[in-house]
């Protein structure tokens, strides 16, 4: 990925614009939310919030950036069907504005189409090293689902970008459900934010004390850590 134009934009600063981004759209809320796995939480995050151009736009630029600084081999991005259709779609024009070489994008029908062109896939060619974009990760289903279809193709998917990182251990293991997806399927996986991110995020505004403070007991209860760093 040669030729981009970003040389290096603090994760502490991209963080911070996303979380920004993400509260003023309504994509991240707080109060009592429980998952389908029965925890309650005590924040919700739903990128299907950001609705207006100017937003999709930002985010595009997010992933972009999150992409350029992993440093992964693209010459396509994939985006599961649905929420990752103008996820992948505002990457790519974003991508296109950040750096010189061109990256095409694809994505998947729900159900096939049999008529005109037909088939599952829609978008440019699916070959060669292919990265996945995702809004989140938690039981590492959409990931799966993608690699099958991706299997059928001259593709090499090679990692996956998501905009949040849990940070949450599954219901049946101790690893977060990202680095889990990750391990399965042999990718990359990086996030735009973590929820450590979003921890510090909160822990800098006086206004979010109490939110601040559930979240903590929440990452006590559900939350992981790197191996060899001390207990939360």
Known sequence: MAGNRISGIPMQERSRRFFDLALAAGALSFGEFTLKSGRV???????????????????????????????????????PAYKGIPLVVATSIALSRLQEEPVAYAFNRKEAKDHGEGGRLVGGPLKGPVVIIDDVITAGTAIGESMTLLESTPARPVGVIVALDREERGTEGTR????????????????????????EYLNHEPRWK???????????????????????
Not at 41 to 59: C, K, M, N, Q, V
């Open 210 to 232: 109490t939110t601040y403070e559930s979240l903590e007991r929440y990452r006590i209860r559900y939350g992981t850590r790197p191996e060899g760093s001390p207990p939360v």
């Open 41 to 79: 939480s005590p924040y919700f995050f739903d990128l299907g919030r950001i609705r207006r151009g100017r937003e999709i736009a930002e985010l595009g630029i997010l992933y972009a950036e999150t992409l350029i600084e992993a440093k992964l081999p693209v010459s396509t991005l994939f985006g």
């Open 176 to 199: 977060p459900a990202l680095l889990e997806a990750g391990i399965r399927w042999g990718l990359a996986v990086h996030a735009i934010a973590s929820f450590s991110d979003l921890i």
